[in-house]
């Protein structure tokens, strides 16, 4: 059974920092595309960022020069690293496990719970 996992989340001010977490079980971590997404209130969920099996990293323009994706195999972790924090980064954020590169909900295969981030300002 595939088990996806996101931890990290909470209240922070703006302009500060949140790093968020996502451990995946029941699967061969090092396989899969890793992403993460956000889905704010009365939104679309939307892709944040994405990481491949080759460690090749994608960013929304809404978040680029902020945020940072990186992965930890061994650990099948992937890690959202979010600086500079804006009101308008308030969302519920999903880590997703998927076997293609895609920025499309739809195409991924696994999904957490999500975690709430909020910032307020």
């Known amino acids: 059974q595939v088990q996806v996992v996101e931890s990290g989340g909470g209240l922070v001010q703006a302009g500060g920092s949140l790093t968020l977490s996502c451990t995946a079980s029941?699967?061969?971590?090092?396989?899969?595309?890793m992403a993460w997404f956000r889905q704010a209130s009365g939104k679309e969920r939307e892709v944040v960022s994405s990481i491949a099996r080759s460690d090749g990293k994608y960013y929304a323009e809404f978040v680029e020069g902020r945020f940072t994706i990186s992965r930890h195999n061994a650990k099948n972790t992937v890690y959202l690293e979010m600086n500079s924090l804006k009101p308008e980064d308030t969302a519920i954020y999903y880590c997703?496990?998927?076997?293609?590169?895609?920025?499309?909900?739809?195409?991924?295969?696994?999904w957490g719970q999500g975690t709430q981030v909020t910032v307020s300002s």
């Open positions: 029941g699967l061969n971590f090092g396989d899969y595309v």
């Open positions: 997703a496990a998927g076997g293609q590169w895609s920025f499309r909900p739809e195409s991924y295969d696994y």
